[in-house]
T-cell receptor, first 111, second 119 residues
Framework: GENVEQHPSTLSVQEGDSAVIKCTYS??????FPWYKQELGKRPQLIID?????GEKKDQRIAVTLNKTAKHFSLHITETQPEDSAVYFC??????????FGTGTRLTIIP | GAVVSQHPSRVICKSGTSVKIECRSL??????MFWYRQFPKQSLMLMAT?????????EQGVEKDKFLINHASLTLSTLTVTSAHPEDSSFYIC???????????????FGPGTRLTVL
């Protein structure tokens, strides 16, 4: 089955700086890679996703890059704000449509 | 929109009792729903895939007789934790798959989760 690794597990950045979270996956058949933001006690919220036929996608301050050859994808948050503090999960899925989640990154934005 | 609800949001029960959690897709039909479990400070772990009109598919290590899943309609899946014990205390989250029209993947929408505490 799919295995998704995520790094770092914790990340602290100064407000206004950029944050980068990286994930690798094992199943070359995976074709959909969403990123979720989860606040304490709440549901995961989809913040951006990318499909295997695209190398990069951007939505305002958030961007995701995908390297299919190396089987890794990354989340980039620019101009970080205090409200960006949360736990972020990457995920991957292939033909069976089951999401495999990474282990999560606790992002703290320091004012 | 694509709204998924869960009920109850919190439940506290005594050891040995059973607890039923409902997952509803409010404004779309969902042939497939998923049930996840999330322990504190950990990731979401898929427990089972719930398919309307057929038996659920359980992930390795998840006891099907302990976690009963029923997907009786296109908008409702239920998870029953039978003979609950303290180690079953966790955050249970469902998701419902909406057909986005894309051949490669149907987007999942998550419920708000149910916090189960077994005393």
């Amino acid at each position: 089955g799919e295995n998704v690794e995520q790094h770092p597990s914790t990340l602290s950045v100064q407000e206004g700086d950029s944050a980068v979270i990286k994930c690798t996956y094992s199943d070359s058949a995976s074709n959909y890679f969403p990123w979720y933001k989860q606040e304490l006690g709440k549901r995961p919220q989809l913040i951006i996703d990318i499909r295997s036929n695209v190398g990069e996608k951007k939505d305002q301050r958030i961007a995701v890059t995908l390297n299919k050859t190396a089987k890794h994808f990354s989340l980039h948050i620019t101009e970080t704000q205090p409200e960006d503090s949360a736990v972020y999960f990457c995920a991957a899925t292939g033909g069976n449509e089951k999401l495999t989640f990474g282990t999560g990154t606790r992002l703290t934005i320091i004012p | 929109g694509a709204v998924v609800s869960q009920h109850p949001s919190r439940v506290i029960c005594k050891s040995g009792t059973s607890v039923k959690i409902e997952c509803r897709s409010l404004d779309f039909q969902a042939t497939t729903m998923f049930w996840y479990r999330q322990f504190p400070k950990q990731s979401l772990m898929l427990m089972a895939t719930s398919n309307e009109g057929s038996k659920a598919t359980y992930e390795q290590g998840v006891e099907k007789d302990k976690f009963l899943i029923n997907h009786a309609s296109l908008t409702l899946s239920t998870l029953t934790v039978t003979s609950a014990h303290p180690e079953d205390s966790s955050f249970y989250i469902c998701s419902a798959m909406k057909n986005s029209g894309r051949a490669s993947y149907n987007e999942q929408f998550f419920g708000p989760g149910t916090r189960l505490t077994v005393l």
